[in-house]
């Protein structure tokens, strides 16, 4: 029996099929009480540790069963169980103690869950893998060829059982619409109840799943269809690969770091390059699909593979350099390492073994793909949470003097790196930096304050307009803000209150008879805008916004902290400090009050504001 066979020889049994849509079962009413415990704030969604961890056991448990089992009453599945729920059960309580550990309120999660859940699924999908193959030739032996092809086929069952579902709802979508026209409300309404969406997609689910699965030869001809067409477009991928190489010594390598995306480019073109390569040249390595001279070609391209990778790395540590590190960057150094791992291993194989080198390519694929399912699970958990070294770093930057005072991002720890970011906020406050930087402990105490990047809590007395001053950062430094400005602030600009230089304010005046104020975000770079307000003898308005309008070089888009802006004249509306340019654009308010319309906004005098 060869290995293809051995793939497709084992169809689901009776008691297999039962047991999948059991399975979904089991799995729609533990998501559909989950949802209740967090509608109704009960244990365990009291507590996010609880909470993330039962949600990792309730989806990554049965996923990894739907791709992985093959008959339920084999004795393997139970052996799977206990490491799999320990795995992923940490791994959500790490995530829940993140938020838990630094008082977050519930909306900070979002940014957390997305990381953990995309690079668990794919970790599961290769365990997965390995475990359903473990299964299928009851040894511990990974035939390549098994593997590719049972990749094929759990990608495609998901990509048809995610079809097979959304249909479904959209089916029951035009049931509840067409009733709805009539006057029947009934079946639009149960559709929304989630007693009714959790169950019932899950049943759907499992049946699709078992649909599908049983289907085995018309997967096999999509997966053929599939890499027919790979086998078509890897020319083309590895032509764009050497020309884009062999076009740099003649363009520069400057252009790389001035675009900001180059490594992002770069990683998905030796990514595409990388599976083209292997689908396409795995079927019959002794007898691959093309012509010599095409073939050169595909091999030179993967030669030249580890050029793309260090120039993506490149790319990249320039802007750690300038930035430091953060949760993103590290991302993509970790992924950019992964994709090296294949990049050097297949170029070494090309070179080394030539004719004989696919072999060994499939060989290093299956130990490189535990490798991958190894770091995106460690990268997740307290042994190198990339949160942790991005939060070091950027309070690293901070102490040196790499980033100003006033630049400094503290909502990013405070928010996007959780507990460890909270650690290194505690930490500055009570050193030595903190002490000869007073401003520092103030920013500080204002953002452990809020429990949400979008909160806004105002942490000064908005009576006292000399507190109300020293909440923003001024250009030009000496400027004096005016009560009557101060008084508008403290009512309109609340959100700019909530931490010390959170905001600018920003003297202009076009003509002796008015000055313009603009209230901007800091840091003063790339994309500048804000709210302008008009002081015209002992009034201020709320005028309208303003936003930047390019710069004389383009790039980059800084504001000069150190001279006040002037007129571009004749235009009264376009201010400039001499290299970037400046607009300030009336609302319709502001335009209706100069006819003697009733104003947006009440103008505040000097005095009053007294």
């Avoid at 390549?144 to 097979?164: I, P």
């Amino acid at each position: 029996m060869t290995e293809t066979s051995r793939t497709v020889a084992h169809r689901l049994d009776q008691t297999s099929r039962y047991g999948l849509i059991i399975l979904a079962l089991i799995q729609g009413f533990a998501l559909y009480f989950l949802h209740l415990a967090a509608d109704n704030e009960v244990w365990p969604a009291t507590d996010p540790r609880w909470m993330f961890m039962s949600y990792a056991l309730a989806l990554g448990v049965p996923l990894f069963y739907y791709l992985g089992l093959e008959r339920v009453t084999d004795r393997r599945n139970g052996w799977g169980l206990l490491p799999l729920m320990g795995l992923l059960g940490g791994l959500g309580w790490h995530l829940g103690w993140l938020s838990w550990a630094a008082e977050l309120a519930v909306p900070s999660h979002g940014h957390f869950v997305f990381a953990l859940s995309t690079s668990v699924a794919v970790a599961l999908f290769i365990l997965a893998l390995f475990f359903r193959v473990w299964c299928i030739n009851q040894s511990p032996r990974f035939h390549y060829r098994q593997l590719l092809e049972l990749s094929w086929q759990n990608a495609l069952t998901l990509a048809q059982l995610g079809l097979f579902i959304g249909v479904f709802w959209g089916l029951l979508f035009l049931w509840g619409g067409l009733f709805n026209v009539i006057g029947i409300d009934f079946f639009e309404e149960l559709f929304e109840e989630p007693l009714f969406i959790y169950p019932v997609t899950a049943l759907v689910g499992g049946w699709g799943l078992v649909l599908i699965r049983e289907r085995i030869r018309l997967i096999a001809t999509v997966q053929a269809m599939c890499e027919a067409l790979i086998k078509a477009l890897l020319p083309l991928a590895a032509l764009i690969m050497v020309l884009f190489l062999g076009a740099l010594p003649f363009t520069g390598l400057d252009r790389i770091w001035e675009t900001g995306h180059a490594a992002l480019l770069m990683m998905w073109l030796a990514l595409i390059l990388l599976f083209f390569f292997n689908s396409a040249l795995s079927e019959n390595p002794d007898q691959p699909p093309y012509p010599v001279w095409l073939r050169t070609l595909v091999y030179l391209a993967v030669a030249l593979l580890p050029l793309n990778s260090l120039l993506a790395a490149w790319a990249l540590g320039l802007r750690i350099e300038q930035y430091g590190l953060t949760v993103d960057r590290l991302w993509a150094g970790t992924l950019q390492l992964l994709i090296a791992g294949f990049t050097v291993s297949y170029s070494v194989l090309v070179v080394w073994k030539r004719s004989r080198a696919l072999p060994a390519i499939q060989g290093a694929n299956k130990v490189l793909a535990l490798v991958v399912a190894a770091v995106l699970l460690l990268v997740n958990s307290p042994l190198a949470d990339l949160r942790a070294w991005a939060a070091a770093s950027q309070a690293s930057r901070l102490e040196t003097g790499k980033t100003a005072i006033d630049e400094f991002d503290y909502a990013y720890l405070r928010f996007d790196l959780g507990a460890y970011g909270v650690r290194e906020l505690q930490r500055l406050r009570d050193s030595e930096f903190a002490t000869a930087n007073p401003e520092v402990v103030a920013s500080i105490d204002a953002i452990l304050q809020q429990q949400s990047r979008w909160q806004n809590t105002v942490v000064v007395d908005v009576g006292d307009p000399v507190a109300v001053a020293d909440m923003f950062a001024r250009v030009p430094p000496e400027v004096v803000i005016p009560d009557a400005l101060l008084s508008v602030l403290s009512r309109d600009q609340t959100s700019c209150l909530s931490m010390p230089r959170k905001c600018t304010v920003i003297r202009a005046q076009p003509d002796p008879e008015r000055v313009y104020w603009l209230v901007a975000r800091i840091p003063l770079r790339n994309y500048i805008h804000g709210s302008v307000y008009v002081q015209s003898a002992n009034q201020v308005l709320e005028m309208g916004s303003f936003q930047a309008a390019g710069c004389a070089d383009n790039w980059p888009m800084e504001l000069d902290r150190e001279v006040e802006l002037q007129p571009l004249v004749p235009h009264t509306d376009v201010f400039t400090d001499g290299k970037c340019f400046f607009q300030v654009r009336p609302d319709s308010g502001y335009l209706e009050s100069l006819q003697g319309r009733a104003p947006a906004g009440a103008a505040i005098t000097e005095g009053s504001a007294q």
